[in-house]
């Protein structure tokens, strides 16, 4: 294949890990933005999404309807795990940053460990509803001006376009949740001041443990979406967190649209860089850039200045 | 230096030599190891229990300290001598930089930034596979370990020499907190501002104590290698950054002689689940959800609150 084309087959693959990294980076910043806490513990739901999908789909006898049926139990399980997570530890720590970054950190162990108990340490895939083959062209400039022509190897299966289709409505869904309905309004109120909110006769506890839920929910989402294209392991969390910390931060704590873009630059360059160069030193880079991002930019890249 | 307090840890250095000749070959082997890595929780302990500066990262320290030693031990042969000195200068080195650009943020931000660059200290162990081995790691031969005529890898003075090291770091700590630099730290980590308006120059005495427990955690790791005769990428690995944490909240952070009794019980805790389980971490997560949610004190600090206030 010519350097064109694989180009342009490495950027398809890297539109997806941005659209799933996306997803979860929305959900981990969702909970920074409004409980001020830094959830260690976010590969973990996404993990657990991805191993529900298997449980699920092997359970329903496999098939499109059990793939459905994951789809939408995964992340509703997850989401009541990490609402109940938070009713019973984090709400006892009064959301202190520190200690709940400790509590999420053992909460990781935990249930990562509970998976290796029960599921087992083997990696296992789900198959896909629909999986068509679609082959892609590409331009040649040949005599006589511009030719198209399909090169070998230059595809994406309707999988994947189903997964970046997927996360953008879903994003759009939080979105529109969040500027548009009661319950958003809510949450906002809550993320600008607690105690204020608090007077004003918002449960902010039950706001909480609900933003809580549906950032794990959103994980576990992410998790179902990417289970028939990679499998579902219980090690899986670690590097999807770091991908999501470094998007978020790169982002802006806190802010969707930020973390939107920052998915789609980190995604799209990940794949872009993975292919090329050693996927060791492309993580190098993404680490050392998220330190000094930190270092000499808390607000992120994207961010505002705080005043 | 009061007298209780000299007995106390001066007590405890005689507990552990008496022991020396009475346990069974598989404890006196296990708590060695305890010892040593009892020398990198007091280590971590001087930036998170005296500085108040939670750090994700000290497996980088760690690491640095084992592989500053393990690698021209073994591929230049300058002696274990000079290698455990490299091993602490690698160590300390390290820990300048990372404080100088990590202490530039507080809470949060310092914490991910501790684990990122941790994070890239481990990749690039795995990068470097060429000489490191990454995970499989490097064996240290038995002529290698030889420290001033000493066989480290004869059990006997091995035990004697991880005593000798935890001893020292004991000693040192202690004599460190009693000191007007050491009391700035906990004036800081009570409350920084304050302590600046008081006229402490707040960034060095951070920065220091950065690099002091770096480089601890460095001797605990540059000894381990040498005691225990391997040099392996898992020991940089995030669990090796959790772990301090966890022992030092365990056993009472901001106290001498807590981290020590935090490995103590986490060691044996794990030794006897990993019998049962390969899911062995999930003790260590579930203690770190019970400590924080009910003895964020630990062991030594609850001691110190009830009965032994001058516990220092």
Known sequence: ?307 | MTARVLALHGGLIAVLLALHFLLPAYHHGNLARVMVLACYAIGYNVLFGYTGLLSLGHAMFFAAGMYGMGLPLHFLGIGAELAFLAGLLSAAALALVVGLLALRTAGVAFMIVTLMFSEAVYLTILLAGKWTRGDEGVVLERAERVFFGLDLSDPDIRYLAALALFALCLFLTLWLVRQPAGRVLIAIRENDERARLLGYDIFRHKLAAVVISGTISGAAGAAYGLLFGYVGATFAEVQYSIFPLLWVLLGGAGTIIGPFFGVLFMFYLIDLSSGITSAYMLIAGIALVLLTLFAPQGLAGELRRRRMRWLP
Do not use: C
Not at chain 1, 24 to 38: D, E, N, T
Not at chain 1, 230 to 245: I, N, P, T
Not at chain 1, 267 to 289: E, N
């Open chain 1, 1 to 307: 294949m010519d350097f064109g084309p694989y180009l342009m087959l490495a950027s398809l693959e890297g539109a997806v890990t941005a659209a799933v990294l996306a997803l979860m980076a929305a959900g981990l910043s969702l909970v920074f933005g409004v409980m001020r806490v830094v959830n260690v513990a976010h590969g973990e739901f996404y993990m657990l999404g991805a191993v529900l999908a298997w449980v699920v789909a092997s359970m329903a006898g496999g098939g499109a309807a059990g793939f459905v049926l994951a789809l939408a139990v995964a992340p509703l399980v997850v989401g009541a795990v990490a609402a109940a997570a938070d009713v019973t530890v984090l709400k006892h720590l009064d959301y202190d940053p520190e200690r709940t970054i400790v509590a999420t950190i053992g909460l990781l162990y935990i249930l990562q460990q509970l998976t290796l108990m029960g599921y087992g340490p083997e990696a296992r895939p789900v198959e896909p509803p629909f999986n068509a083959r679609i082959a892609l062209p590409w331009v040649e400039w040949g005599q006589g001006g511009p030719q198209l022509y399909w090169p070998w190897g230059l595809s994406i299966t309707s999988y994947k376009l189903f997964v970046i289709g997927a996360a953008a409505a879903v994003l759009a869904g939080l979105w529109a949740l969040m500027t548009h309905t009661r319950i958003g309004l809510m949450m906002r109120a809550t993320q600008l001041d607690g105690e204020m909110a608090q007077a004003f006769g918002i449960p902010v506890e039950r706001v909480y443990a609900l933003v809580f839920g549906l950032g794990a929910a959103l994980a576990a989402l992410a998790g179902v979406l990417i289970v028939p294209i990679q499998q579902a392991h219980y090690l899986m969390g670690g590097d999807a967190l770091l991908l999501s910390f470094i998007v978020v931060i790169i982002g802006g704590l806190g802010s969707l649209a930020g973390t939107v873009i920052a998915a789609i630059l980190i995604g799209m360059s990940d794949g872009i860089i993975s292919v090329f160069f050693s996927p060791t030193l492309a993580k190098i880079i993404a680490t050392l850039l998220v330190a000094f991002v930190l270092v000499f930019r808390p607000e992120g890249l994207m961010g505002k200045r705080a005043r």
